[in-house]
């Protein structure tokens, strides 16, 4: 069966769903994007997805007339069209294509607006540990927005995975920003640490959820600067995204984490964010 995406308001097999190469997203990563969870045909906290969608298009200055009930619908036909299940739907929206290359977009320019699908694993419930490197944070000071720009992501990322490791966990100087594809939380004590949601991180919608069902279930959360030294010295370390909910961390370079195994609390907010999912498939 093959994927439907959507592309300038017309679905469309993916196999058809072409841009311009003077697209601004192609030429100047003039884009922003989201990654939504479809756990069961259901998605997973869509409003918070959108709302995050719109400060991104709002950082940006990129009007587009969608309002979120439009959204919603758009959302709910992917996924009846991909015929359900567990997907991951992307969502990209540039400035549009214009044949003139030029730093400064025109105002008339019509916004690209792309869906695709992805099929979503259903190993990322099963809390696989992984091992980190620590890497400076070269990437610009916006990361709040979402944008397709990753090139600093991308050469992070690489460079932790050509060194061994599944992921780096990015520190500017030093304090722990976030992962180059997911946010760090921490365990010191019974209690739950994690960054700030300030300009140096992108506020993942899995980490406001483990905010909340954490705090729901009476665990203290403290979101504070984390430094380098506090984040070695923690009993537990996670890092959280959509695409792979809660990822243990049992090792930073050479440091061993929670005696190289799967902590207690993390553990426990696993368990809780499963149940949550499970009480929103209604399974
Ligand atoms: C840089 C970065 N931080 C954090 C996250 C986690 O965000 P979310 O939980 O909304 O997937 C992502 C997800 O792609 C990311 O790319």
New binding site residues.
Partial sequence: MSQISFLNGKFVAASQAKVSVYDRGFLFGDAVYE?IPIYQSRPFRPQD?LD?LQNSLKAIALKLDYCDKYWHALIDQMIKKNNGGNLSLYIQITRGSEIERDHVGRADTEPTVLMMVSPLSTEIASLTPIKTTLLPDIRWKN?FI?TTALLG?VMLKQQASQAGYEEAILRRENIIS??????VFMVKNGIIYTPIANQY??A????EVIIEIAENASIKVIQQNITVEQLLDADEIWL????REISPVTQIDDKIVAKGTIGPVTAKMHQLFQAFKRRLTGS
């Fill in positions: 990654v997805h995050r990361c979402k992501n976030e992962g180059t594809t997911s946010n991180i992108l993942g919608i899995t980490r959280s995204s959509s695409s």
